[in-house]
């Protein structure tokens, strides 16, 4: 089982940053490809970003390539989503995924863990 706890959400401006975190516990982080998934309201949820167990390989969704960047740090069980030159559009709630598998994917239902969410809103 693993746990996960999103954090870094928030209001900010068009053009603006903001910096989501997600703290895992429970079995070894490493083992785990990890995923940024979003949902605005009334549409399904999304695919942003995904990270191998190692960082070796990235997946970014051609909308925020070039302004989100996923990294992690599997020392201190943390995935992050750094994002830069947020747009309205970019507003959703924004969840954490952890995926039985060293490489990640797109699809949601891939993964096995999923966080309660952190709102990201941007206005314009």
């Known amino acids: 089982q693993v746990q996960l706890v999103e954090s870094g959400g928030g209001l900010v401006q068009a053009g603006g940053s903001l910096r989501l975190s997600c703290a895992a516990s429970?079995?070894?982080?490493?083992?785990?490809?990890m995923g940024w998934f979003r949902q605005a309201p009334g549409k399904e949820r999304e695919f942003v970003a995904a990270i191998s167990w190692g960082g070796g390989t990235t997946l970014h969704t051609n909308s925020v390539k070039g302004r989100f960047t996923i990294s992690r740090d599997n020392a201190k069980n943390t995935v992050y989503l750094q994002m830069n030159s947020l747009k309205p559009e970019d507003t959703a709630v924004y969840y954490c995924?952890?995926?039985?598998?060293?490489?990640?994917?797109?699809?949601?239902?891939?993964?096995?863990?999923w966080g309660q969410g952190t709102q990201v809103t941007v206005s314009s």
């Open positions: 429970g079995r070894t982080f490493s083992a785990y490809a």
């Open positions: 995924a952890a995926r039985s598998s060293t490489e990640p994917t797109t699809t949601p239902t891939h993964y096995n863990y």
